[in-house]
Structures are given as structure tokens and as C-alpha cells.
């Protein structure tokens, strides 16, 4: 009697095989990924702050975009897991944006 083990193959489409093979590029270089990452948010999050203050607008609003570029960074520097680096990142560059275009 012979038996045969299967493997099963994996593969993950869409969004979520994307995001993952993001966090493997992430992973490979780390260190140099997370200059880059941090740099490109805290500058736009100090643009969209910028255009916040400038546009006079709710005291909520710009601490929300301060809190969201710092707790980013706080995950980078903390080392965290990649998936949560690239999460962190990723809202921040949209809700920063948002704030942007919201205040622009």
C-alpha cells in the first residue's frame, strides 16, 4: 500500500497577496525600507499639519495628524513586526493625504 502526501500550494491573490509580498520586500531590507518609510511620512505628515494650522482648522484634526505620523515612527523605531510597520505607514500616508486635500 503506498501512500502519497500532498502538498498544498498556497497562493493569495488580490490585496491580501500584495500586502504580503510587500512585507517580504520590507523584511529583506529592512533597515533601508524604514529610512525611506520614515522620512516620506513625517514629511508629509508635516505638510498636512502645515496646511491644518494654516487653514485654521479644528485643534482635533491637527492633533489626530500628529498622533498618527508619531505613532507611526514609535512602530518603526520600535522594530516592530513588518506587517504592522507597513500598516502603520500605509494609514498614515492616507490619512495624512486626506488631511491634505481636506485642508488644501
Known amino acids: 500500500m503506498k501512500t502519497e502526501k500532498h502538498k498544498q ?9 500584495w500586502f504580503n509580498r510587500q512585507v517580504q ?7 533601508g525600507w524604514m529610512t525611506i518609510y520614515i522620512t516620506m511620512q513625517s ?5 498636512a499639519c502645515m ?5 485654521k482648522a479644528s485643534d482635533v484634526m ?12 514609535a512602530i518603526f523605531i520600535a522594530q516592530g ?5 507597513l500598516l502603520s505607514f500605509y494609514t498614515s500616508i492616507i490619512i ?7 485642508n488644501f
Do not use: H
Open 9 to 17: 500550494v498556497q497562493t493569495t491573490t488580490g490585496v491580501d497577496g
Open 25 to 31: 520586500k520590507f523584511e529583506n531590507a529592512r533597515f
Open 43 to 47: 514629511c508629509l505628515g508635516s505638510i
Open 51 to 55: 496646511y491644518i494650522l494654516q487653514n
Open 62 to 73: 491637527l492633533a489626530s495628524c500628529a498622533a498618527i505620523t508619531m505613532a507611526c515612527n
Open 81 to 85: 513586526p513588518g506587517k504592522w510597520c
Open 96 to 102: 495624512n493625504s486626506a488631511f491634505i486635500l481636506i
